[in-house]
């Protein structure tokens, strides 16, 4: 029952990250369309993570919401993640739009200027779900 109810909570997560991710509006590089989510238009984006079974987890996801498509690209956790998220960056294309990354990793990823801040996107039943620690609030 533990694992049903991690992989449950897991699938919560990972649904409001692409939620908030996907009415953030702005083209991260990583999907190829990202437009609002209310605009009829469908939103493409790209997932990466090393998670196993996000791939279902993602296919739930697309066929509950034919308006926002995730592609997953399993990858290398740690620092090799963090190694080819920053090359992606730099380079200045290739990068997911959302990413599953190590709480310890935030600091590298903040100092390199690699992730987006979309905290003023959210709405309230959406923030409601981070606790305040989490820089959602």
Known sequence: ??????????????????????CSGGDSGGGSAATSAGSGKTVDLTY??????????VDVWNSEHPEIQVTVSKQDGGDP???KLLTAV????????????????????????????????????IKSQFPEGSGTR
Request: glycine share 8%; aromatic share 8%.
């Open 1 to 22: 029952m533990r694992l049903y109810s991690g992989f449950r909570l897991a699938a919560m997560v990972a649904a409001a990250a692409l939620l908030a991710t996907a």
């Open 48 to 57: 990466w993570t090393w998670a196993p079974n996000m791939d279902k987890v």
């Open 81 to 83: 993640a963090v190694t």
């Open 90 to 125: 730099k380079a200045g294309s290739g990068a997911p739009d959302v990413m599953q990354t190590e709480y310890q990793k935030i600091p590298t990823l903040v100092s390199a200027d690699a992730l987006a801040d979309i905290s003023k996107d959210l709405d309230g039943g």
